[in-house]
């Protein structure tokens, strides 16, 4: 694996310096488990993006590719004297490189995996607002009606009302059901 590092250039650093670098490039034949186990352990270790150029990647590696922080994908063929530097450079910036067959795979994927998610407490992100979002996430993690009341600066009521909100609302029974329908959905 190269680590780049990208300020206004792109520049190649020595492996003992990887943790300087804005993006991880990394290059392999195909994907494997040991081409996996060496991603996410860059990925955890690092924390930066990874750009992988990869000979062979079958559409169901995609999105475990994605998982092990990849934002981009490019063949060794499709790769050219302005490529490279311009796809670290997008990394670098916050961006994502996929080639459009390689975005429609990842948007099916999604699809897929969005239609396992049970839909019927109708739980979505856009029908929580912040306060509440926060008030299940401290629950998820373990905190009491008091606790939360007292880290979100609100009264005690106030986080019963919230919670009673969100149960009455979207026709969950009880405090656990709206967590376990917030962490199915993605949402917490």
């Not at 860059?42 to 990874?50: L, N, Q």
């Not at 499709?78 to 311009?86: E, F, M, Q």
Request: with cysteine; glycine share 6%.
């Amino acid at each position: 694996m190269t680590h780049l590092k990208c300020l206004r250039e792109v520049r190649v650093l020595p492996r003992n310096q990887a943790g300087g670098a804005d993006v991880v490039v990394a290059a392999f034949d195909r994907m494997s488990t040991d081409v996996v186990t060496a991603l996410r352990r860059v990925g955890s270790e690092i924390g930066k993006p990874i750009v992988l150029i990869v000979d062979e990647l079958k559409d169901d590696e995609l999105l475990l590719a994605v998982e092990c922080r990849v934002v981009a994908v490019l063949p060794r063929t499709a790769i050219s004297d302005g490529t490279l530097p311009r796809i670290v450079r997008t990394a670098a910036e916050g961006g994502a490189a996929l080639s459009p067959d390689r975005l429609g795979e990842l948007f099916a994927h999604m699809e897929r995996l969005w239609q396992l998610v049970p839909r019927r407490s109708g739980l979505r992100a856009t029908e929580l607002a912040g306060r509440e979002i926060e008030v299940l996430r401290l629950i998820a993690e373990g905190w009491e009606t008091a606790e939360i009341a007292n880290k979100l600066c609100y009264s005690e009521r106030t986080v019963k009302n919230i919670l009673y909100g969100i149960t009455r609302r979207l026709n969950l029974r009880n405090r656990s059901h709206a967590v376990a329908c917030a962490l199915r959905a993605g949402i917490i």
